[in-house]
């Protein structure tokens, strides 16, 4: 274990950028997640067949497919259409960050689409006629009905998304993305020590891992905690 | 920005070829993944402690991590060890296939017993008692009530897992397993055409998991045929 001294700074600040593409992959996730379920549930036919095949097209090719493709494709899409504009430049670079967390936030945004379409028809029809019976309006009815009860159904499968996406990140590094895997490439080569580094790596994922399932667990029994019988 | 339809034609081949890696991977590790995710599934239904919480440590860290992660300490940190490279299972540990397979072994045994036991646990406890109202033992209970009906419970899931398997087999192309998606890499380290490889590799990979849908949907059909009308 001594040979890991030098690098605690390199793993920490990877972890950081593991956090940070998490975040931001979790923001864009929950809105691919919406687009997608409400294009499901809305009663346009094309929209349905969009999201459709968006859910298919996701769920059915390799992570690393997606990833690859995200990355080296958007740097020809843009190269070329930068040189639409200034026929000097020869090649355009795309971050490894934003490429690589865009790819994984349509990755799991495709599992999650399915996750809100299901939280929606999951509310109970009756809560829904309770509220027009009291008068609610259609957006009191949104957020004080739908809303409570949807984000309990969709909690749990929420949670494996979260999980999901926290895993997915190992995957950036494959486009160069300076994170925990990386740290741990150039550690073994200076140190000869492959497996200290990468078990590091994945004490750290399973870290994370583990504070994400708590949260969950803390939320899910907040969410029960009115079902809790009166002491 | 063009896209090369002669290109794609050329390299569909290459990438076909590397379909028989593919299978092989998705197969063996999905094989034994059962295999070993049925004996985690016996090892957490006993009440013994020192069987069921080294199962349950199993799972936890195997779901836990990044099957790439895993993957990495298997292929480049095992080799770290004197004792693993003069050990009987360093034939399979030295090559790349050898590893995969394990590692996608080990990853999906995890995520499937998982899926099992959710399956062992949703079986209707009336049948249970009615079984052992018959005087069934607790073992023929287990063979001729539980399994047939977990099975039934469990394709829906398991299914999904293999499809996630099938994807997983496509990381093994990081520790130079020429599948296909290697194969893809390679052509398009030397094409640069991302665009082509990438999509037409996407298609197929689309249509093995169709056909896998497909498959356990029938195969559900066929389990759950004395309840058709």
Same mark, same amino acid.
């Given at each position: 274990?001594?040979?890991?001294?030098?690098?605690?700074?390199?793993?920490?600040?990877?972890?950081?950028?593991?956090?940070?593409?998490?975040?931001?992959?979790? &923001?864009?996730?929950?809105?691919?997640?919406?687009?997608?379920?409400?294009?499901?549930?809305? !009663?346009?036919?094309?929209?349905?067949?969009?999201? !459709?095949?968006?859910?298919?097209?996701?769920?059915?090719?390799?992570?690393?497919?997606?990833?690859?493709?995200?990355?080296?494709?958007?740097?020809?899409?843009?190269?070329?259409?930068?040189? &639409?504009?200034?026929?000097?430049?020869?090649?355009?670079?795309?971050?490894?960050?934003?490429?690589?967390?865009?790819?994984?936030?349509?990755?799991?945004?495709?599992?999650?689409?399915?996750?809100?379409?299901?939280?929606?028809?999951?509310?109970?029809?009756?809560?829904?006629?309770?509220?027009?019976?009291?008068?609610?309006? !259609?957006?009191?009815?949104?957020?004080?009905?739908?809303?409570?009860?949807?984000?309990?159904?969709?909690?749990?499968?929420?949670? !494996?998304?979260?999980?999901?996406?926290?895993?997915?990140?190992?995957?950036?590094?494959?486009?160069?993305?300076?994170?925990?895997?990386?740290?741990?490439?150039?550690?073994?080569?200076?140190?000869?020590?492959?497996?200290?580094?990468?078990?590091?790596?994945?004490?750290?994922?399973?870290?994370?891992?583990?504070?994400?399932?708590?949260?969950?667990?803390?939320?899910?029994?907040?969410?029960?905690?009115?079902?809790?019988?009166?002491? | 920005?063009?896209?090369?339809?002669?290109?794609?034609?050329?390299?569909?081949?290459?990438?076909?070829?590397?379909?028989?890696?593919?299978?092989?991977?998705?197969?063996?590790?999905?094989?034994?993944?059962?295999?070993?995710?049925?004996?985690?599934?016996?090892?957490?239904?006993? /009440?013994?402690?020192?069987?069921?919480?080294?199962?349950?440590?199993?799972?936890?860290?195997?779901?836990?991590?990044?099957?790439?992660?895993?993957?990495?300490?298997?292929?480049?940190?095992?080799?770290?060890? /004197?004792?693993?490279?003069?050990?009987?299972?360093?034939?399979?540990?030295?090559?790349?296939?050898?590893?995969?397979?394990?590692?996608?072994?080990?990853?999906?045994?995890?995520?499937?017993? /998982?899926?099992?036991?959710?399956?062992?646990?949703?079986?209707?406890?009336?049948?249970?008692?009615?079984?052992?109202?018959?005087?069934?033992?607790?073992?023929?209970?287990?063979?001729?009530?539980?399994?047939?009906?977990?099975?039934?419970?469990?394709?829906?899931?398991?299914?999904?897992?293999?499809?996630?398997?099938?994807?997983?087999?496509?990381?093994?192309?990081?520790?130079?397993?020429?599948?296909?998606?290697?194969?893809?890499?390679?052509?398009?380290? /030397?094409?640069?055409?991302?665009?082509?490889?990438?999509?037409?590799?996407?298609?197929?990979?689309?249509?093995?998991?169709?056909?896998?849908?497909?498959?356990?949907?029938?195969?559900?059909?066929?389990?759950?045929?004395?309840?058709?009308?």
């Amino acid at each position: 274990m001594e040979a890991i001294t030098g690098w605690w700074d390199d793993y920490f600040f990877a972890s950081i950028v593991v956090l940070k593409i998490f975040m931001a992959s979790l &923001l864009l996730m929950v809105i691919f997640g919406l687009i997608g379920a409400a294009a499901k549930l809305s !009663n346009s036919i094309i929209a349905k067949k969009i999201a !459709n095949a968006y859910t298919i097209i996701f769920r059915g090719t390799p992570e690393i497919l997606v990833v690859l493709l995200i990355y080296f494709g958007s740097a020809i899409a843009l190269t070329s259409l930068f040189q &639409l504009f200034d026929p000097s430049i020869k090649y355009v670079d795309v971050p490894p960050f934003w490429a690589g967390t865009f790819a994984i936030a349509l990755i799991v945004g495709s599992y999650a689409t399915e996750t809100f379409r299901g939280a929606f028809l999951g509310v109970e029809p009756g809560s829904i006629e309770a509220a027009r019976a009291l008068g609610l309006s !259609n957006l009191q009815t949104f957020v004080y009905i739908r809303i409570p009860e949807m984000w309990r159904i969709a909690l749990p499968s929420f949670g !494996n998304h979260m999980l999901s996406l926290v895993k997915d990140t190992a995957l950036i590094s494959i486009i160069g993305l300076n994170e925990l895997l990386f740290v741990a490439e150039q550690a073994t080569a200076t140190t000869g020590k492959p497996f200290t580094m990468f078990i590091v790596v994945g004490l750290i994922y399973l870290g994370i891992s583990t504070v994400i399932t708590l949260f969950v667990m803390g939320l899910e029994a907040y969410g029960r905690s009115h079902l809790r019988a009166a002491k | 920005m063009s896209f090369d339809i002669t290109l794609i034609l050329d390299s569909l081949p290459k990438m076909l070829s590397g379909i028989g890696l593919t299978f092989q991977l998705l197969i063996l590790s999905g094989v034994l993944g059962l295999l070993l995710a049925f004996v985690l599934l016996l090892m957490r239904l006993t /009440e013994k402690w020192y069987f069921s919480v080294p199962a349950q440590v199993f799972i936890y860290v195997f779901r836990g991590t990044p099957i790439l992660v895993q993957i990495f300490i298997i292929y480049y940190g095992l080799p770290q060890f /004197e004792a693993i490279r003069e050990s009987i299972f360093w034939p399979i540990l030295r090559e790349p296939f050898g590893c995969a397979i394990l590692a996608l072994t080990l990853n999906t045994g995890a995520y499937v017993s /998982e899926i099992l036991r959710g399956a062992v646990l949703a079986v209707d406890r009336g049948l249970l008692e009615a079984g052992s109202a018959l005087g069934l033992s607790r073992n023929q209970r287990f063979i001729y009530i539980t399994s047939p009906l977990a099975i039934r419970l469990g394709i829906p899931p398991y299914s999904n897992d293999v499809i996630s398997l099938l994807k997983s087999t496509a990381l093994a192309s990081t520790i130079t397993i020429f599948d296909m998606m290697g194969i893809a890499r390679t052509i398009v380290a /030397e094409t640069y055409a991302p665009y082509e490889i990438f999509i037409s590799l996407a298609i197929i990979y689309m249509i093995f998991t169709f056909f896998i849908q497909k498959g356990f949907g029938y195969f559900e059909n066929f389990m759950s045929r004395h309840v058709k009308k």
